[in-house]
């Protein structure tokens, strides 16, 4: 069966000699970083090195499409901090009765760039990691079943849910019903499509449990795998890197 996801084969060193393990412990820094890097240049450096990860794994494009569809969070960020930072004192902007303060937005854009160094690393990992290949190799060091399936599961929902939503638009389209056109022609063919949506997924999730009862999936015991273990060269270093340098800017952080 075609397993759903947003992964892709290409012949980058984050797609085939990077191995799954390497690349969670990457997005895990990265995501420790973010919350961890005080300063607005140090927030802004760090979005940009996510960025230039995704320029060099060729999945630049694909993230931005991504990235776009938080621009509104994004925006209700600079919105709400720029009017109502704690710490607002110097008026930037006059929008008629509303004032935009010069603290408020820098406070702004250095969360933004956290959201987007989030993002960007987490699609980092969607795009350039097989769902299988990552609940085996969990599997294959020791993490329990259910909590890889678990992870495993979330990198698949929302391609899965992209899926079921063109084919029940497809649907609906072959019966007559306008979905395509003006932007309240696409609101109007939206409403109808939720329901059979969220339905489909209730029954996609009482598939996938029922097959994997099938399968023995609760059963104990050790686990066997029909494929080899694939060897990934040079990664030790890579993550000793990547440790190291997180905790570095913890120690920075807390004792600086």
Not at 20 to 31: A, E, G, H, I, R
Not at 32 to 60: M, S
Request: charged residues 15%; aromatic residues 8%; proline residues 5%.
């Amino acid at each position: 069966m075609n397993t759903p996801s947003l992964y892709r084969e290409q012949n980058t060193f984050f797609h085939k000699r990077m191995d799954p393990l390497s690349k969670l412990l990457l997005v895990c820094c990265l995501f420790i970083d973010a919350f961890v890097v005080p300063t607005l240049p140090g927030a802004c450096l760090l979005a940009l090195l996510t960025v230039g990860l995704l320029y060099l794994a060729r999945e630049l494009g694909r993230a931005v499409k991504i990235l776009a569809g938080c621009a509104l969070l994004l925006i209700s960020i600079f919105l709400i901090q720029g009017l109502f930072y704690q710490n607002n004192q110097t008026v930037l902007l006059q929008v008629g009765p509303l004032s935009f303060y010069r603290e408020g937005i820098s406070y702004a854009l250095k969360i933004s760039l956290r959201v987007i160094t989030m993002i960007a690393a987490g699609s980092l990992l969607v795009l350039t990691t097989s769902p299988t290949d990552l609940l085996e190799a969990c599997v294959r060091r020791g993490v329990s079943p259910r909590l890889a399936y678990m992870l495993a599961a979330i990198l698949q929902i929302i391609p899965l849910m992209m899926r079921n939503a063109a084919k029940i638009q497809e649907a609906q389209e072959a019966r007559g019903m306008a979905v395509r056109g003006s932007l309240s022609t696409r609101f109007r063919a939206f409403l109808p499509l939720l329901t059979p949506l969220i339905l489909s997924s209730f029954v996609n999730i009482q598939e996938r449990s029922m097959a994997l009862e099938v399968r023995g999936f609760s059963l104990g015991g050790p686990r066997t795998f029909y494929r080899s273990e694939p060897v990934y060269k040079g990664m030790l270093p890579v993550r000793f890197v990547l440790i190291g340098s997180t905790l570095g800017i913890l120690c920075w952080r807390l004792f600086g």
